[in-house]
């Protein structure tokens, strides 16, 4: 199976565009996560999504936007990209169907500089 | 606030044994995770420990005591492909993960 997918592998980005972060998973788990990983902080949560239709805010969601239509899609989307937002984005998704104690796997990341 | 510690970087010989240390204050505990993540590549899952003690995982051992808010990894038998960086994570009592910096492990022959 393939796992987690994500798109695009990098982009370049111009101040004040927006974009969507794509996020497929094939393992059916009700979970998915998106984090951003900066040199010497460790991952940050964005938002999260517990089951479809259902999201939720993480430590740091301002400016981002995140939708949960079914399953296996969790896209994130910048409005308005501004350079603080450059980073390496991962989605994530665990199967915690009994209180979240699960593993999570991660997708291969979506490095994104914003210029 | 809630705070996960690692050193940044560690040093140590082919063959040779590295304990990774990691010490956390969170807002509840639900376990601990240790992540590797090699360069420009995903986190990929190591172990979980949620009770006090020693689990084993073929080269890899993980230790937790909750009581001193401290864990470490163990790694035994170091290869040339165990140079990563190793990431702590606490699940909080929201049940969500509260990660660690990150430990930059460099192997050298």
């Known amino acids: 199976t393939a796992g987690i997918t994500q798109a695009p592998t990098s982009q370049i980005l111009a101040a004040g565009r927006s974009m969507t972060l794509r996020c497929t998973q094939d393992?059916?788990?009700?979970?998915m996560y998106w984090y951003r990983q900066d040199l010497g902080l460790g991952l940050r949560l964005i938002h999260y999504?517990?089951?479809?239709?259902?999201?939720g805010k993480g430590e740091v969601p301002d400016g981002y936007s995140v939708s949960r239509a079914n399953t296996d899609d969790f896209p994130l989307t910048l409005a308005s990209a501004v350079p603080s937002q450059t980073s390496v984005y991962f989605c994530?998704?665990?199967?915690?169907?009994?209180?979240?104690?699960?593993?999570?796997?991660f997708g291969p990341g979506t490095r994104l500089l914003v210029l | 606030g809630q705070n996960i510690d690692q050193p940044t970087e560690m040093t140590a010989t082919e063959g040779a044994i590295v304990q990774i240390n990691c010490t956390y204050q969170?807002?509840?505990?639900?376990?601990l995770f240790w992540y590797q993540q090699h360069a420009g590549e995903a986190p990929t899952f190591l172990s979980y420990n949620v009770l006090d003690g020693l689990e084993e995982k073929g080269r890899f051992s993980s230790f937790l005591s909750r009581s001193k808010g401290y864990s470490y990894l163990l790694l035994k038998e170091l290869q040339m492909k165990d140079s990563a960086s190793y990431l702590c994570a606490v699940l909080d009592s929201n049940y969500q993960l509260i990660w660690g910096a990150g430990t930059k492990l460099i192997i050298k022959p």
């Open positions: 999504s517990n089951t479809a239709g259902t999201t």
């Open positions: 994530a998704s665990s199967d915690s169907t009994s209180g979240g104690a699960e593993t999570q796997y």
């Open positions: 393992m059916r788990h009700n979970a």
């Open positions: 969170t807002s509840g505990f639900n376990g």
